[in-house]
């Protein structure tokens, strides 16, 4: 298992303009994951795209994986105040240990 | 109905006292885990079962104990809680190996 590192640590926008954020690996992987946390909150999942995928869409997400420079990004269009949030991605390499990162603290401004 | 649960939401206890946190799914998941989440944000894994068996146990006190005496409940058992073990406690589970986790709402210890 491996720790993905996220990019830019923290991230400061205005409601409508997009957000993207970025995640680092090392090693080889089966398939990368986005979760979000708001603030008190437990992670909620957002998306997983496997290795073999280069995009992937889901509603205001788009998540792409580069598996040649091992990072993956996550963009989130025409962003909302609800949209602030610590975003953490994870590298998952097989087995039952996940590791996260410190995460992209994202503020959207109203 | 609540996929992952956890009791109690807030703790607040003195140094040295023994404590629990309960974790249940209702997801039918094999898989359960453990998080510590610090100060910082970080979160860290600290145990994991599969099918009530102990498969991750990272390197944490030996003081944390937890059970699992179902596949639907992994439960947390703290003893002689020091002021470092504030922090707030995420329980998760998942179906399968690197799947998605559905994490709970997180307890908050904190020890004075």
């Known amino acids: 298992s491996q720790q993905g590192e996220e990019d830019p640590q923290a991230l400061s926008i205005q409601e409508g303009e997009n957000a993207t954020m970025n995640c680092s690996y090392k090693?080889?992987?089966?398939?990368l994951q986005w979760y979000r946390q708001n603030s008190g909150r437990g992670l909620v999942h957002l998306i997983l795209?496997?290795?073999?995928?280069r995009e992937k869409h889901s509603g205001r997400l788009r998540v792409t994986l580069d598996t040649s420079k091992k990072s993956s990004s996550l963009l989130i269009t025409a962003s909302r105040a609800a949209d602030t949030a610590s975003y953490f991605c994870?590298?998952?390499?097989?087995?039952?240990?996940?590791?996260f990162g410190a995460g992209t603290r994202l503020f959207v401004k109203a | 109905d609540t996929a992952v649960s956890q009791t109690p939401k807030y703790l607040v206890t003195q140094m040295g006292n023994d404590k629990s946190i309960k974790c249940e799914q209702n997801l039918g998941h094999d898989t359960m885990y453990w998080y510590k989440q610090d100060s910082k944000k970080f979160l860290k894994i600290m145990f994991s079962?599969?099918?009530?068996?102990?498969?991750i146990n990272e390197t944490v006190p030996n003081r944390f104990s937890p059970k699992s005496p179902d596949k639907a409940h992994l439960n947390l058992h703290i003893n002689s809680l020091e002021l470092g073990d504030s922090a707030v406690y995420f329980c998760?589970?998942?179906?399968?190996?690197?799947?998605?986790?559905?994490f709970g709402p997180g307890t908050r210890l904190t020890v004075t």
């Open positions: 795209i496997r290795s073999n995928e």
């Open positions: 994870a590298p998952g390499t097989g087995g039952f240990k996940t590791i």
């Open positions: 079962y599969n099918n009530k068996e102990l498969i």
């Open positions: 998760a589970s998942s179906s399968r190996q690197d799947g998605e986790q559905y």
């Open positions: 090693t080889s992987i089966n398939n």
